[in-house]
């Protein structure tokens, strides 16, 4: 009986046994699932990570696909082509349906001709413009020399500017001059309009006369006639040398001698002096003070030598000649002090404040001396050539005068006579 206790277990060890039975099997499949879920975690990752490219080219595809109202796809063939890919990809960009279709390229226009030499080089003393026009025209021309919008090979040339109340007597003086130095020169004419017969068709002066007004001594339109002179000479661009004459003036040099001379200079040669007194700055005119001062109030002879920085400086001041032409009436004489002054103001640095004509003033009145046919002799004119000492690009020197006046046109006879062996005119 004892034994049979022994053996059989008693009721409550066996309900005790059940319940561990149970919680070790709930453990053991929490811990299968977990392992499960993270094996399959694994396992996706790895999956993800190897899909292949093109599932995400046809997504992008599949995207751009429902844009298609707005936009169209166009291949692009890029230039160097891409590395290999282990997948074939076809790149696309996106081009608004609204823009024109592709033009064909506009064939090559043809170069505008170069601008013709004979405009710049030679133009027509004649034309139709104002003054206001021609003055303005003349101020943009360019200030360098050489500075030419085509190949030139044409030498820098001398303008002989001739500012005449009638016909120019001595003109076959000038023709002797100017034989043979074609090219080297270049001849403007500013006469009354109702002056003279036009110059026989093979002078040198033929054509030459330039669009003119009325000149009155004293007044400020013979200033404005030598700013028309020099603007029509500007319109040149091989013209670097500026030279004003009269119907009275004679060369005392031949043609060579006379080129280098201007051509050489460092200087231009505008007459300019300070002179008290009734002729001097009594003439000054207080009211173009403050741009001009009685100080820089300066006399001299209007026959000048310029160069071309300063002719375009005299043609576009619009400063100080609107002044002499309010102001500078007679008994003030714009031909006495306009030029003189400005250059004073502007250009003295490079001044050698002396004229290229000679003339006598020993006589005394308001004009110099006239000489008739008597008095040209061999040494008289060769006194007018080396009888006077100056200084020449800072040298002194007994050629100072290149040309003379007054004489009147009974002279010529004796002149021609002289020229050939005097001044060795061809």
């Known amino acids: 009986m004892k034994n049979k206790q022994h053996q059989n277990p008693p009721p409550c060890f066996l309900k005790h046994f059940v319940n561990a039975q149970i919680q070790i099997n709930k453990i053991i499949t929490v811990f299968l699932i977990f392992v499960s879920g993270l094996a399959l975690g694994i396992t996706l990752s790895f999956y993800i990570k190897d899909t292949p490219l093109h599932i995400y080219t046809a997504l992008a595809q599949a995207k751009t696909s429902l844009d298609s109202t707005v936009y169209k796809l166009v291949p692009v063939d890029n230039s160097p082509p891409p590395p290999p890919s282990p997948v ?4 696309i960009a996106t081009v608004p349906l609204a823009s024109p279709p592709p033009r064909h390229p506009s064939p090559p226009q043809p170069s505008p001709p170069p601008p013709s030499k004979a405009a710049y080089v030679k133009p027509s003393a004649m034309h139709d413009m104002e003054d206001s026009e021609l003055l303005w025209r003349a101020s943009m021309v360019p200030k360098r020399s050489g500075a030419y919008p085509f190949k030139n090979d044409t030498k820098p040339k001398v303008a002989f500017m001739f500012l005449t109340r009638g016909d120019l007597a001595l003109a076959p003086l000038w023709e002797r001059f100017f034989k043979g130095h074609e090219g080297l020169y270049s001849i403007y004419i500013h006469a009354n309009p109702d002056s003279g017969e036009p110059m026989p068709e093979n002078s040198v002066f ?17 200033v404005q006639a030598e700013r028309r002179l020099l603007a029509n000479a500007l319109l040149d661009l091989t013209n670097q040398r500026f030279i004003l004459l009269s119907e009275s003036c004679i060369p005392l040099f031949n043609f060579k001698t006379v080129y ?3 051509m050489d200079s460092t200087q231009t040669f505008v007459e300019a002096y300070d002179l ?4 001097g700055r009594d003439r000054y005119r207080k009211k173009m003070s403050p741009t001009i001062k009685l100080e820089q109030w300066r006399k001299g002879s209007q026959w000048f030598e310029v160069d071309r920085q300063l002719a375009l400086g005299v043609v576009s001041d619009t400063s100080y000649f609107p002044l002499f032409e309010k102001y500078c009436v007679p008994s003030c004489y714009s031909d006495e002090h306009y030029l003189p002054t400005y250059v004073s103001i502007r ?7 002396r004229t290229l004509h000679w003339v006598d003033w020993s006589r005394g009145g308001p004009h110099p001396s006239r000489y008739q046919r008597t008095d040209v002799t061999y040494e008289f004119l060769n006194k007018m050539r080396f009888g006077t000492t100056c200084e020449y690009n800072g040298k002194s020197t007994n050629m100072c005068h290149m040309f003379a006046r007054k004489f009147m046109p009974n002279t010529l006879d004796r002149l021609l006579r002289f020229a050939p062996k005097l001044m060795q005119f061809n």
């Open 88 to 91: 074939n990809e076809t790149k």
């Open 206 to 222: 033929h054509g030459r006369r330039v669009p003119s007004k009325n000149v009155t001594w004293g007044e400020p339109n013979m």
């Open 260 to 262: 280098n001379y201007v």
């Open 276 to 279: 008290p007194g009734a002729v």
């Open 347 to 353: 250009f003295w640095k490079k001044n050698s404040n």
